[in-house]
């Protein structure tokens, strides 16, 4: 398995290192950056664990010892899925420390994508949580560890029978003082792609890039040392932790709050309790927390920015953030791929409300194409396409889904149809892949498709995203079942749930039809089928009823 590399042209890389943005720190280094800087000030707040800056890098060279230790050697993959808990960001920054490479796993993640993740990331070991939102990991991960060859361990934070017990790591070892030697080029961590086609795909981010990235956010989203963040979304997206997230309130000295959920009855008195000033969350959170807000009696007043993104908001939406919590609304278009836009603090209300901002970089090249590859002319959307200091130029092993997501000149397609309105702000309008984005969680439809094919039952299947009006999109799946055969939506739920996938991936209605239109060649073009389905039973004019999935 070859080391992920993510490689910039030579004469970009050297203008985003002649421009500053690239520093040239890797993590381990920043790690000691920050320790040094803000030492004593309280770095992070998980449950009962308090840590100030020394305590957390301490905390981190104790598990990057234990590492080194075991023989984990310097760019080994290691799958991280764990929960907001105390272990988060120590065991992130350990790894770092230790010059290994996280790939992060999010908790809702089951044994598929699981395997999925360590095949192809080559991965040499799993942490996992003993347990979340009752479902027990231990099990999955001895699953995992026997699916896969080059996975030797799994690390579990809790009673460890026969796995390997996290806090283990941290005994016997005397904690690592200076950080494993890595480039601030190389690879630092794989994300995971939402994606639009099959499986997740890998996203190699560089120390270099990264860092940037948070490191100027925190700017835009004027998080300072007298800020706390609060955590709500699970750590390992993209948005959490650097959009400004837990990094970039990290890299300027304030408090991290890590809140088990994201529900108003679990963060609000965490709100009030730490004056939380700055919180992320997508729009169906968003909306939750007004719903509630007015109800509490928790204090939630030391709010000051409230990043919303993921999916979009809706204005009406949007303009109700001030009002009802009090605190300035900041939209965030982001992509675990790269490209952050960002509205800004300071700008009027109209743009607040009714865009997605502008990106991070000067150095942000946005380009709007219509589907054959031609600019659109100002003021007509077209199909976001993107590159800059901290856009990626490639997934990890991917060839093909490479040559699909990146156009000549290295720009990365996001898929979606954008507007860039005269100010330079951006609207999203829609998107040109077939995916869906349930409550920010992305779906590849063909993903779906293909489990629900995979049942014997089930002689085809075509996955639509459906407006929601609390979730943004839900999915509908159309189901053609083969002649004789019966299966009622419930137990195809049931099938897929069995079959060791995210909950979020299982379809939130299933529509049997009787078969499907093919093309004048009597082929099935996936795309428009699923765009003539939708625009039969979900178009708001031609709107019919139809048979309903069973909850
Ligand atoms: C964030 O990252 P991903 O990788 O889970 O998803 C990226 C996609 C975008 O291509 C877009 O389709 C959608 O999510 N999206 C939005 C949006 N923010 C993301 N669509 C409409 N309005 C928005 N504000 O979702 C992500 C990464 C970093 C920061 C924030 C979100």
New binding site residues.
Partial sequence: MSAPTQIWPQDFAQTYRDKGYWRGVTFGEWLDEIAEKYGPATAMVAGDTQLSYTQLRSAAQLYSAGFVARGYQPGARVLVQLPNTAQFLPVVLGLFYAGLVPVYVLPAHRLREVVHLAVGSGARALIVAQSHEGFDYAPMARDALAQCPDLQEAFIDGAADDLTSLTALTHDTAPLEQPVARAPGDVAFL????GTTGFPKL?PRTHDDYIYSFEASAQICAVTAQSSYMVALPAA???P???P?FLGALSVGAKVVFALSPAPDTAFPLIAAQRITHV?L??PLALLWMQAAPKTTHDLSSLQVL???????TPEAAARVKPVLGCTLQ???????GL??YTRLDDPQDVIIHT??RPICPDDEILLLAEDGTPTPPGVPGI?HTRGPYTIRGYHNAPEANHRSFIDGGYYC???IVLRRPDGNLE?QG?A?D?I?RA???VSAEEIEDHLIAHEAVFDAAVVSVPDTFLGERSCAFVVLHDDQKVSPAALKAFMRARDIAAFKIPDQIIFTAKFQTTAVGKVDRKSLRAALKETHFAPQTAKSTPETPA
């Fill in positions: 994300q995971i792609s939402g996203i997206h993209n948005f932790m650097s959009s997230g992320g997508v729009p990043n919303v993104g993921g999916a979009k908001f939209q965030v278009f982001g992509m675990a791929e952050v836009n997605q901002g976001l996001t898929g979606d999203v998107r892949g995916h984005n920010g969680e992305k």
